[in-house]
């Protein structure tokens, strides 16, 4: 999401910190009541000083409320379009477990999850771009998918080849569920 969409990851860290800052205005507020009311000697609804600290605290209390309000029904909405992405995540984890897989054949078949990520930051950039989400998440599996195999594919022996594309399509059918087992 964040090579995708960067505007939502950037909103979603402005949220966090945003609600950090939040919860400890709340804080010292809270403080402040705290320490008026320790302070306050008699009757505390004679002392206009405490009057006016704890008017603006509730004030200010409440603004904080509103805001948080806000962050929670922007942060639902980050949230449910980055769950759109985990169809793209879930593929490539089949992905990344078939070429893992690979080590049975041959211990030589090792691929870090370094160079999986970087092939996969070029699938972004590289893959046709659509304005319809699930057609874009379609173009992304598609070349991602069609990238690890033709990366992968240098690497291996001839022999091991066709099995590699049989461990491929297994997982993928599977994932899928159009594999009876």
């Given at each position: 999401v964040a090579k995708e969409r960067p505007q939502l990851e950037e909103k979603k860290n402005q949220l966090i910190v945003?609600?950090?800052?939040n919860k400890r205005h709340l804080k010292e507020i809270e403080d402040k009541i705290l320490q008026v009311l320790s302070m306050s000697?008699?009757?505390?609804?004679?002392?206009?000083?405490?009057?006016?600290?704890?008017?603006?605290?509730?004030?200010?209390?409440?603004?904080?409320?509103?805001?948080?309000?806000?962050?929670?029904?922007?942060?639902?909405?980050?949230?449910f379009a980055r769950n759109q992405f985990i169809p793209v995540a879930k593929h490539s984890s089949i992905l990344f477990l078939s070429i893992s897989e690979l080590a049975n054949i041959d211990p030589m078949y090792q691929y870090?999850?370094?160079w999986f990520i970087n092939l996969y930051y070029q699938a972004i950039q590289n893959s046709e771009k659509s304005d319809d989400l699930e057609?874009?998440?379609?173009?992304?599996?598609?070349?991602?998918t069609y990238s690890i195999y033709r990366n992968v594919c240098r690497s291996l022996f001839e022999k091991?080849?066709?099995?590699?594309?049989?461990?491929?399509?297994?997982?993928?059918l599977r994932s899928k569920g159009k594999l009876i087992e």
């Open positions: 945003e609600g950090a800052n000697e008699g009757n505390i609804l004679e002392d206009e000083t405490a009057i006016q600290i704890l008017s603006s605290s509730k004030v200010l209390s409440e603004e904080i409320q509103a805001k948080q309000e806000v962050s929670v029904l922007t942060e639902k909405e980050i949230d870090s999850l370094v057609e874009r998440l379609e173009f992304l599996n598609s070349y991602f091991d080849k066709l099995t590699f594309s049989f461990v491929l399509c297994v997982g993928i």
